[in-house]
């Protein structure tokens, strides 16, 4: 059963503590995102892999880092540096960054910071 | 720079009734277009795409759109809306010259149909 899992679902976090989101695919896509959706604002790009060991920032990177060690995992941290951190969290895949390639997410965790 | 608009936060239709669910664009060269759908606190599924070709674009559960590009306008269209339809609805845009990687999307249309 191919797809994009992220874990946890739903994810609590105290202030000042950073806090790592999973995302693994099985699709064998060269490419991954994340992004964060916000109520009323849509979906805003935080970071995007094109291959293995190369990332690049989105529109939202400060207070987010991301790692891309192996071509199935593209886990993101939110660090004590994000100044407002609660949002829904998107993982999402694609065969490449190539324009014309649609992509596919995960079904999303949760983070609430207090 | 590109952007997207979908000028309507909600769109109201009654089962059984076509729809429409609006979307424009902006980019400095030539566009690949996407509308995907979200249900309640689940990921994006994705719909439909335009790449080339032909502007009247077919997708799944139904679903098409129109490429309209004098109107940069990308809107997506069901002649028989269903219940089940009802979900938010994302388009989304990617310069095909510049932004590699990048897609741009609205901030989402939620489509309510009632029986």
């Known amino acids: 059963d191919g797809g994009i899992t992220q874990s946890p679902k739903y994810l609590f976090r105290k202030e000042g503590q950073n806090v790592t989101l999973s995302c693994e695919q099985n699709?064998?896509?060269?490419?991954m995102y994340w992004y964060r959706q916000d109520p009323g604002q849509g979906l805003r790009l935080i970071y995007y892999?094109?291959?293995?060991?190369?990332?690049q920032k989105g529109d939202i990177a400060e207070g987010y880092s991301v790692s891309r060690e192996k071509k199935e995992s593209f886990p993101l941290t939110v660090t004590s540096a994000q100044k407002n951190p609660t949002a829904f969290y998107l993982c999402?895949?694609?065969?490449?960054?190539?324009?014309?390639?649609?992509?596919?997410f995960g079904p999303g965790t949760r983070l609430t910071v207090t | 720079a590109q952007s997207v608009a979908q000028p309507e936060d909600q769109v109201n239709v009654a089962e059984g009734n076509p729809l429409t669910v609006k979307c424009t664009y902006s980019v400095s060269g030539n566009p690949y277009l996407f509308w995907y759908v979200q249900y309640p606190n689940r990921g994006l599924q994705f719909l439909l795409k335009y790449i080339t070709g032909d502007n009247l674009v077919k997708g799944s559960y139904g679903f098409e759109a129109e490429f309209n590009k004098s109107q940069t306008s990308f809107h997506l269209k069901k002649p028989s809306a269903l219940v089940s339809d009802s979900a938010l609805y994302f388009c989304?845009?990617?310069?095909?010259?510049?932004?590699?990687?990048?897609?741009?999307f609205g901030d989402g249309t939620t489509l309510t149909v009632k029986p």
């Open positions: 892999s094109q291959i293995v060991n190369d990332f």
């Open positions: 989304a845009v990617r310069d095909r010259e510049t932004n590699a990687g990048k897609s741009t």
């Open positions: 999402a895949s694609s065969i490449s960054t190539s324009s014309s390639y649609e992509q596919y």
């Open positions: 699709l064998n896509h060269d490419a």
